[in-house]
Nanobody, 126 residues
Framework: QVQLVESGGGLVQAGGSLRLSCAAS????????MGWFRQAPGKERKFVAAISWTGDNTYYADSVKGRFTISRDNAKNTVYLQMNSLKPEDTAVYYCAVQSPGYSGSYYYSGAYDLWGQGTQVTVSS
């Protein structure tokens, strides 16, 4: 069974850090872009970051640029999101996702991805 499992979420004070992990199983994801999205209560899911299959190219939402870093370890089939200088507005459920095979458009768009994890809650207190 193909699945993504996120971990690393939790409660942190503003200014703190968290590192999210997303472990993939059931399929080799080394040839696909992977992304992170987040969804706050009552709001739509939004792009956070994405990374090419080689790791050479990364993409970030303006709201997290300079604070978050996406990386991957293809040998472990795992993608990470290091989040520093967290703000209360970063509070959301964070989801990782894998690019749809053959897709070649914008990776800022949720439609670029065909497999999603169950999400992990990140709460930043002020």
């Amino acid at each position: 069974q193909v699945q993504l499992v996120e971990s690393g979420g939790g409660l942190v004070q503003a200014g703190g850090s968290l590192r999210l992990s997303c472990a993939a199983s059931g399929r080799t994801f080394g040839r696909y872009h992977m992304g992170w999205f987040r969804q706050a209560p009552g709001k739509e899911r939004k792009f956070v970051a994405a990374i090419s299959w080689t790791g050479d190219n990364t993409y970030y939402a303006d709201s997290v640029k300079g604070r978050f870093t996406i990386s991957r370890d293809n040998a472990k089939n795992t993608v990470y999101l290091q989040m520093n200088s967290l703000k209360p507005e970063d509070t959301a459920v964070y989801y990782c996702a894998v690019q749809s095979p053959g897709y070649s458009g914008s990776y800022y768009y949720s439609g670029a991805y065909d497999l999603w994890g169950q999400g992990t809650q990140v709460t930043v207190s002020s």
